[in-house]
């Protein structure tokens, strides 16, 4: 009986392309429809756009045909007229970048990080000649990510900007910044390329990585390698982040 009860109060999403997807509808708009996925009612909020859906079946059993929005019209059917300065929009129902309305807002997340540094190569020699350092270097710094995007199968654009401050147990202040592009899965893996800055130089950073979730809260871990002339350095780092108002 409660399996019965399950099954008829989902809602049944009927893509354009013959996909079926058991849902919960949470919302519809002119151009969007919302929802989460049945199978995971703690998940994310999805969004796709009503000219990718045929029809919703809802859990009462009526079915609802999914007609996109037309093109606005003025008084006298005329089609409207572009803005002063701007251009018409498309009369012919199609789409251009910049004309329809984002699919998915933007999520800040922010959160401390430590890991530590691993110098190799002819870096070591460098670093212990003119800096005095060992080749062993704590970090410590802070994680400032902005989701662009998620896909509704889960894969997310991201953008990171991690400045670290490397050395303090050595009695030294070295500081970096960290700006990666990157992807990640809907599991959790995620991989991003960008520059690292520090005072002395300026390479590309690779960074691999996964997240775990526990209460809202995300805890990051990256493995990170900076390649360079002579030697490359290698990064290990955790930490914990939670999404910014």
């Given at each position: 009986?409660?399996?019965?009860?399950?099954?008829?109060?989902?809602?049944?999403?009927?893509?354009?392309?013959?996909?079926?997807?058991?849902?919960?509808v949470?919302?519809?708009?002119?151009?969007?429809?919302?929802?989460?996925?049945f199978?995971?009612?703690?998940?994310?909020?999805?969004?796709?756009?009503?000219?990718?859906?045929?029809?919703?079946?809802?859990?009462?059993?009526?079915?609802?045909?999914?007609?996109p929005?037309?093109?606005?019209q003025?008084?006298?059917g005329?089609?409207?007229?572009?803005?002063?300065?701007g251009?018409?929009?498309?009369?012919?129902?199609?789409?251009?970048?910049?004309?329809?309305?984002?699919?998915?807002?933007?999520?800040?997340?922010?959160?401390?990080?430590?890991?530590?540094t691993?110098?190799?190569?002819?870096?070591v020699d460098?670093?212990?000649?003119?800096?005095?350092?060992?080749?062993?270097?704590?970090?410590?710094?802070?994680?400032?990510?902005?989701?662009?995007?998620?896909?509704?199968?889960?894969?997310?654009?991201?953008?990171?900007?991690v400045?670290?401050?490397?050395?303090?147990?050595?009695?030294?202040?070295?500081?970096?910044?960290?700006?990666?592009?990157?992807?990640?899965?809907?599991?959790?893996?995620?991989?991003?390329?960008?520059?690292?800055?520090?005072?002395?130089?300026?390479?590309?950073?690779?960074?691999?990585?996964?997240?775990?979730?526990?209460?809202?809260?995300?805890?990051?871990?990256?493995?990170?390698?900076?390649?360079g002339?002579?030697?490359?350095?290698?990064?290990?780092?955790?930490?914990?982040?939670?999404?910014?108002?």
């Open positions: 009986m409660l399996i019965s009860g399950l099954a008829q109060a989902q809602d049944l999403l009927v893509k354009q392309n013959g996909e079926e997807v058991q849902v919960k949470v919302e519809i708009t002119p151009t969007l429809i919302t929802y989460k996925r199978d995971n009612p703690e998940g994310p909020l999805i969004s796709v756009y009503k000219s990718e859906v045929f029809m919703i079946r809802y859990a009462n059993g009526s079915k609802e045909i999914i007609t929005q037309q093109p606005q003025q008084a006298g005329l089609p409207r007229q572009a803005p002063p300065g251009v018409a929009p498309p009369t012919d129902g199609s789409v251009v970048p910049g004309d329809a309305n984002p699919a998915f807002d933007p999520v800040h997340l922010s959160g401390p990080r430590i890991g530590i691993v110098l190799t190569g002819a870096v460098k670093a212990k000649d003119e800096f005095s350092l060992n080749p062993f270097l704590t970090q410590f710094g802070w994680q400032f990510e902005t989701r662009i995007f998620r896909l509704p199968n889960g894969t997310s654009g991201l953008f990171e900007i400045p670290l401050i490397g050395g303090l147990e050595q009695g030294k202040f070295i500081p970096s910044v960290n700006g990666l592009i990157g992807i990640r899965g809907k599991k959790g893996f995620e991989f991003g390329i960008g520059p690292n800055l520090t005072p002395v130089s300026a390479n590309i950073a690779l960074a691999v990585g996964t997240s775990f979730q526990a209460y809202g809260v995300n805890f990051p871990v990256n493995f990170a390698v900076v390649p002339n002579g030697g490359a350095r290698f990064s290990l780092l955790f930490g914990f982040n939670s999404r910014r108002r």
